[in-house]
């Protein structure tokens, strides 16, 4: 009997906690959509420089968000290494990281694109980065053009690095 109502007590205290969060857990689940818009950051690159990104009139940006840790994103980088050399003139390909990658990191794995690190958690909730790997096409002003979360066939990849 104690134990059904701990059950029931505890099934209840979740329930209230959800109905409160409602739009908190729905925003903390969101993603990044089309039509959002990437703010100009600050950051440092892999290498330890600073690195400034704006979206000028008539520029095209892809960013790659990854963790060093994640599978799916391992899977991905080969992908990305093909695009990424494969990519029309003028658009500008960044990888980001968004952890501290483990020693021996960057001498086991090819990357042959740039990379930087993330600019921050705020940056990162900003634009609803929750999941990885995620791809965003930015046009002029920030705009996100087009985005693919998760392990992208190489046709839809195509279509993300187009001119």
């Known amino acids: 009997m104690i134990r059904s109502t701990c059950r029931a007590l505890g099934a ?5 906690t959800v109905a409160l969060a409602g739009p908190a857990v729905a925003a903390a689940q969101s993603a990044p959509s089309k039509g959002d ?8 690159g892999i290498d330890g420089k600073a690195r400034k990104f704006d979206f000028p009139k008539g520029s095209k940006t892809v960013l790659l968000f990854f963790l060093s840790g994640c599978p799916s994103c391992h899977k991905m980088i080969p992908e990305w290494n093909r695009a990424y050399a494969r990519r029309p003139e003028g658009l500008q390909v960044v990888g980001v990281i968004l952890d501290q990658e483990p020693p021996g990191f960057w001498s086991t794995l090819s990357i042959t694109f740039p990379v930087v690190r993330a600019p921050g958690r705020s940056f990162l909730r900003s634009l609803h980065v929750n999941r990885v790997p995620l791809m965003l096409r930015v046009g ?3 705009t996100i053009e087009d985005l693919a979360v998760g392990v992208t066939d190489p046709i839809r990849l195509g279509e993300l690095f187009k001119p």
């Open 140 to 142: 002029e002003g920030g």
């Open 12 to 16: 209840a205290v979740l329930l209230a």
């Open 37 to 44: 818009v990437v703010p100009p950051f600050e950051t440092t």
